[in-house]
């Protein structure tokens, strides 16, 4: 988890210094901030389950640790920073998508220069990238539909991911932590035992935590979606 997090300093850098920005660029981008941060924090009761896993009888016996692979038999950690990843990826598909436009704009320009004929078409498929005051390169989604679509589609990608993750989290993870003292029995260990988790609260309620965040991720890029295909894809020029 530590390097995922030394990862994204430098992706976050790139964001804030990036030349091509297009609407509600900085929400998905904080959203990003924020979701590392309570995954961070998420992990940290976990790191030790093992440890935390006993059963009556000899804690580092074959026993403990067949009945821990049968209650813990889907994965967790490794799932949640896999999933982190697709969210990152759906973030930074729209960066690149916009990266082409603006390479686009910028080659479509200097070909305008060179040939007069190519001018009012240059002039046209310039407009979707305007450069504002500051030298910043904008998106405009009122001027084409099809960068509307794709934008629509790195978003509704997010929410796939986001939806994934709250099932990941809801029925393969809490469950294993809600059943309460755990009645197991393996073939190795033909005998019944009694098994529990230490500060199983603590653990759910990391679980709780990610899947509000992840809701209300949810939440937000459906409104959004809603709103663009209103705002955006019925009124492009």
Known sequence: MAAIVTGLIPILRTAVD???TYKCRSLWFGFLCIRVVILFLAELPFTKLDGDFSCNGTKDSICTRACFNRLFHKPMMVAWNFIFVLVILSVLLMELFASHLRSLTRKRSSQVKADVELEDQGKE???VVSIDSTGKAVIDLHRDKGTVVF???SIML???VESWFVYV????NLPALNSGPYRCSTDICSELHLCVVRAAPEKCMSIYA??????IIIICS???CMYSIVHYLFNCK
């Open 18 to 20: 990036a030349t091509t």
């Open 125 to 127: 498929e310039a407009l």
């Open 151 to 153: 934008y629509l589609f």
């Open 158 to 160: 997010r929410i796939v």
């Open 169 to 172: 989290l809801l029925f393969w």
């Open 210 to 215: 990610l899947a509000s965040i992840s809701g």
């Open 222 to 224: 459906l409104l959004f």
